[in-house]
Structures are given as structure tokens and as C-alpha cells.
């Protein structure tokens, strides 16, 4: 009940495109939904993160869309560019200190 | 503004050797976790601390100690390595908790145990 279910695995989206990457959870004591970018060789760092008191966050070329009643949030990530290329994993939290991570999407860009 | 800090980088241990891994922050934030990263399994909980003196189990501590003597450290340690311990370790850091404010992670460290 603590799963984050992560997809797709990976994707491959032409430069200017829209990539889209959907997590799925099942716990309703989920309160906080953070999505994490991480490029080779580095740590992942905070992307945007969104909490369940509204359904959608934009961050520049970055948007979380929430669906409360479907347990389900989405990125998507407008005008896709070779430097957005980089494995995201979305995450869902509870109780202050308690962290679930999906299972990772690999996001290739290309020109 | 070195944020979360890792060392060493690399590692290779035999089978049964035990090493420490160095985990050092400068942003004064109370909570630190360690995560290892495998292929397809995303970042587990190793193990956490809520504070200096305190540390806590998270989904995947067998295998390994830790211990958090000063505020700004963390260390993760490996008794006896095992191959099945060969993985990406990432240490992490937040001002209130993992799970309502953002996690600061380190660059890893890519521990290879034959």
C-alpha cells in the first residue's frame, strides 16, 4: 500500500514534443507529491512537487496534474528539449518524514 | 555552498571486507537518509536520522549500520559486503522531513562488491 507505481519505464519524445510520465498509489494518507529529475552521474534533485489541496502546478515548461479521486498524478513537460533528457521519478510522502519513490522513467529527448 | 557531500566517489570491496561511507552536509538540516539506487527498483530507504544522536531503519537497512554522532554527518556503514550490496548510494538531507520538503542529495557513491 506504500507503492508508487511509476510509467512508462522509459520514453523517447522528438525535440518541441510533450513528454507525459504517470505515477499511480493507493495509500490516501499520501499528502505530499514531489517529482525528482536526475541526470548521469548525479543525485536527483527537486523538480516541482505538488500537495493534494489542488489539482494542477506549473512551474515554467513543467506541470503536475493531480487527480485525487483516480489516485493518480502526471508531468508533463511542454516543448521538450534535448536537455530535459534525464530519469525522473515521482514520489509521494506522509507523516512529515516518510517518502515513497516510484520506480524511475528514463526520458530521452531527441533532436 | 558545497550542499550535500559523498565520499569516497567509487569503491570496489571483496566479498566480507567492510568500508564506511561518508556522508557530510552544510545546510544545518536536522534529517538525513541514505538510499541505495538498482536498476529498475528506484531509490530505497536504507536507513534515516531524524536529528544528531538518533538513527532509524527505513525499507532495506539488513547489512548495514549507521551512525550520527555530529548534525552536518552521517555515515553508512557495511560489516561484511556482500555482492548483492553492489549498488549506487545516495545520501540525502532535508530541513523538515522527506516527506513534505525537499530532499538535498549528493552525488553518490557507485560501490562494486565482487
Known amino acids: 500500500q506504500q507503492q508508487v507505481k511509476q510509467s512508462p519505464q522509459s520514453l523517447i519524445v522528438q525535440k518541441g514534443g510533450i513528454s507525459i510520465i504517470n505515477c499511480a498509489y493507493e495509500n490516501t494518507a499520501f499528502d505530499y507529491f514531489p517529482w525528482y529529475q536526475q541526470f548521469p552521474g548525479k543525485g536527483p534533485a527537486l523538480l516541482i512537487a505538488i500537495r493534494p489541496d489542488v489539482s494542477e502546478k506549473k512551474e515554467g515548461r513543467f506541470t503536475i496534474s493531480f487527480n485525487k479521486s483516480a489516485k493518480q498524478f502526471s508531468l508533463h513537460i511542454m516543448d521538450s528539449q534535448p536537455g530535459d533528457s534525464a530519469t525522473y521519478f515521482c514520489a509521494a510522502g506522509w507523516g512529515g518524514n516518510k517518502l515513497t519513490f516510484g520506480t524511475g522513467t528514463q526520458l530521452k529527448v531527441e533532436l | 555552498n558545497a550542499g550535500v557531500t559523498q565520499t569516497p566517489k567509487f569503491r570496489v570491496l571483496k566479498t566480507g571486507q567492510s568500508m564506511t561511507l561518508l556522508c557530510a552536509q552544510d545546510m544545518n538540516h536536522e534529517y538525513m537518509y541514505w538510499y541505495r539506487q538498482d536498476p529498475g527498483m528506484g531509490l530505497r530507504l536504507i536507513h534515516y536520522s531524524v536529528g544528531e544522536g538518533t538513527t532509524a531503519k527505513g525499507e532495506v537497512p539488513d547489512g548495514y549500520n549507521v551512525s550520527r554522532l555530529k548534525k552536518q554527518n552521517f555515515l553508512l556503514g557495511l560489516e561484511s559486503a556482500a555482492p548483492s550490496q553492489t549498488s549506487v548510494y545516495f545520501c540525502?538531507?532535508?530541513?523538515?522531513?522527506?516527506?513534505?520538503?525537499?530532499?538535498?542529495f549528493g552525488n553518490g557513491t557507485r560501490l562494486t562488491v565482487t
Open positions: 540525502a538531507s532535508s530541513s523538515q522531513g522527506a516527506g513534505r520538503s525537499p530532499l538535498h
